[in-house]
């Protein structure tokens, strides 16, 4: 055994949390247009729900100087911060603008009445978006600051990205549908993001009673408006040509096909970035950035083109002409809130570091096993090699495990393999009781191999977590098994490199970081749940103080209701088997005199993340070189992955930082299992709330 590095706990607690609170106020700076707009958290009640936004005011906005209004919202999964550029640009250039968090997302409600009684995906999906902007265009047209002009037609724009742009074109045609029935408009101008008429032409459908909304409908209702679309060249859903097949991750030209030239009122293929005028006097734009879907909300060509936009649409509204779009500082908002997520991390391991010096939590301190030596030529390179399998598999494996189909080619191998190494792990444990000079080892690893066998076996036969009254967020539950996969499969590989390499070698359990003391893992889960508690008690002071939080484009800890922690609890489980084997894969394979300091971290990383992170740079490179992705399939999971980068990279360093400092894997593999599974369920679309 090896003693411990002494630490000075309080030394990097101090320094995370003066990170976190000068970086979040500089991020309420940029926020607020530097202090030239007060931004605040406000939620109403509607017909349908409670809906929740950030309304940005600017100084001088008041009902005796009214101005006009834009509400900005979010696509699928996201959340009002989503729409952080277009919020900071618009408002700083005099526009009330209200980010919206839309119904079932955020920290907004929806009646359950509106879920038809079903529990289907499809009937269960669509009521969130149909309704939302609206019922805010409706909220936002009775306050006095909002302008209006003398017949009483508001001057609202509306803006949603994905989803939200769906919930926008929805928004455009209830105003039209109210228009035949008192005489005004309240919506003036509405530009999408990263959205076409895909899923409002089917609302018919997955929502009975709700109007269909295709772009031939469309073009017969613009009223006279400003209506524009920001379409992407490499947008992973839509702006589809329908005669291509074989996936939709693909280059796009939106312009050219047929519902861009009937928005565009176009008989020929039209062009990109040109406005157009309307046979109802109105005017009409499609941007085509080269960009992805979620790229659209953290670009600056984006952001220009929607201040742009609105400039356009509100020329004659406006007592001073706005800066053009090219004058931007949002960007800087989201550094200083990225700054302060990694002094939100630093707290969490100096939090609990500190804990576990304190009476009770210090029993979640065992002996550090001491650094493996270094290994012969040989022996270094079997390593070298098992260790790229087992970062690679994760991507490998990821859309048989993320799709999960028990009638899946892949997957039935697997469950073959599977019930061999059961069925091997069984009989080695067995024939090697006695004998063997190692035999203790040889029976815990035969053992772990027929369970991990066994396991992935039996779950292979079922489909996993598709009840949706049970499971209420969907896109959790394909990453949930993608992690069950994961788990399984990294118990099944290192019990089998134990039994032929470690074992040998005088390996054991402790040596993974692995204790059966009772003390020290009820104290290691007991400190991990006082660390998150504190870590999101920090959040929240955030929240209330400077209206930000910790994020990095689609990666965030964030704030949230109570209402979802049901749901945080039947998913629990899930991620903290993998925590578990994940702390204990990084303990074992960091813990050596080669891998002291920074290159046991970087290895912790690519064991969590290395992986994924491959399968995206090959999934995109692949993409724009050219104009086909790798998984031309792999739309939302594609863009699913590229918050887990952030989100097992961060949880590799947590593991190994704390396993150097507690001796064993309880308490950082507890916390990273409570803190991601909240982090996770937060950021999502719950139903059922």
Avoid at 282 to 290: D, K, N, Q
Wanted: charged share 15%; net charge negative.
């Amino acid at each position: 055994m090896t003693e411990r590095k002494k630490t000075i706990p309080w030394k990097l607690l101090v320094i995370s949390l003066a990170i976190v609170f000068l970086f979040s106020f500089l991020a309420s700076m940029f926020n607020s247009g530097m202090f030239s707009v007060d931004v605040s958290r406000i939620s109403f009640e509607t017909d349908n729900g409670v809906l929740s936004g950030l309304l940005y005011m600017p100084k001088g906005v008041d009902e005796n100087n009214p101005r006009p209004a834009v509400i900005v919202t979010h696509g699928y999964l996201n959340s009002a911060e989503m729409q952080d550029a277009n919020a900071i640009e618009l408002s700083r250039r005099g526009y009330v603008v209200l980010a919206l968090d839309m119904y079932d997302h955020g920290h907004s409600d929806i009646d359950e009445k509106l879920y038809h009684d079903s529990t289907e995906f499809m009937a269960t999906w669509a009521p969130f978006w149909i309704h939302s902007m609206y019922d805010a265009v409706q909220y936002m047209y009775e306050k006095p600051y909002v302008l209006k002009d003398e017949e009483g037609n508001g001057m609202i724009g509306v803006t949603g990205h994905s989803m939200g742009g769906f919930s926008s074109t929805m928004a455009v045609y209830y105003d039209e549908l109210d228009y035949a029935q008192n005489g005004y408009r309240k919506i003036y101008a509405n530009l999408t993001e990263g959205s076409d008429f895909k899923y409002t032409s089917i609302v018919a459908y997955v929502a009975p009673g709700e109007p269909s909304v295709t772009a031939a409908s469309f073009d017969a209702s613009g009223g006279g408006r400003y209506l524009g679309k920001v379409a992407a060249q490499y947008d992973e859903f839509f702006f589809n040509d329908l005669t291509v097949e074989g996936g939709t991750v693909r280059q796009k030209d939106y312009v050219s096909t047929p519902d861009g030239m009937t928005f565009l009122q176009q008989e020929e293929p039209a062009e990109a970035n040109t406005w157009y005028d309307t046979s109802d006097g109105g005017h009409r734009i499609i941007y085509e950035p080269a960009e992805t879907h979620p790229w659209n909300h953290f670009s600056t060509t984006t952001t220009a083109n929607a201040v742009n936009f609105y400039n356009a649409a509100f020329a004659d509204f406006m007592e001073t002409e706005p800066a053009e779009g090219n004058s931007q500082i949002w960007y800087w908002k989201e550094i200083c809130e990225f700054v302060a997520l990694v002094g939100f991390v630093l707290f969490i391991m100096a939090f609990a570091n500190l804990l576990t010096c304190l009476p009770f939590f210090r029993m979640a301190r065992t002996e550090l096993p001491a650094p493996a030596a270094p290994q012969r030529h040989g022996k270094l390179a079997a390593t070298i090699l098992i260790l790229m399998v087992a970062i690679m598999l994760p991507a490998l494996l990821f859309e048989t495990f993320y799709g999960w189909d028990p009638e899946n080619e892949t997957l039935k191998l697997l469950r073959e393999i599977a019930c061999g190494l059961c069925l091997f792990g069984g009989i080695y444990a067995i024939c090697s009781a006695s004998g063997s000079q190692h035999k203790k080892g040889y029976i815990v690893g035969g053992i772990f191999a027929l369970l991990s066998g066994a396991g992935l076996a039996a779950l292979t036969k079922f489909e996993l977590y598709t009840n949706l009254g049970a499971w209420t967020a969907p896109v959790i539950n394909s990453v949930a098994k993608w992690t069950v996969g994961c788990t399984f499969v990294a118990l099944i590989i290192m019990s089998v490199v134990f039994l032929f390499l470690k074992n040998r070698d005088g390996v054991t359990l402790a040596n993974y970081g692995v204790t059966f003391k009772p003390m020290a893992i009820i104290a290691g889960l007991c400190a991990a749940i006082v660390s998150v508690a504190a870590a999101y008690g920090l959040l929240f002071l955030v929240d209330a103080l400077f209206k930000t939080d910790f994020r990095i484009w689609t990666f965030a800890f964030k704030t949230f209701d109570g209402n979802i922690l049901p749901a945080i609890l039947r998913y629990l489980p899930t991620f903290l088997a993998f925590y578990i084997v994940s702390s204990a894969s990084i303990c074992i394979n960091t813990n050596s005199e080669r891998l002291q300091g920074w290159k046991g971290y970087i290895l912790a990383i690519l064991l969590n993340a290395g992986g994924i992170l491959f399968w995206l740079l090959r999934q995109y490179s692949t993409l724009f070189n050219t104009g086909v992705a790798a998984h031309p399939s792999a739309d939302l999971s594609g863009i699913v992955l590229v918050a887990m980068v952030p989100t097992l990279a961060i949880a590799a360093c947590i593991s190994r930082y704390l396993y150097k400092r507690t001796g064993n894997i309880w308490l950082p593999a507890f916390l990273n299992g409570i803190l991601m599974t909240i982090m996770a369920v937060a950021n999502t679309t719950v139903f059922y709330k």
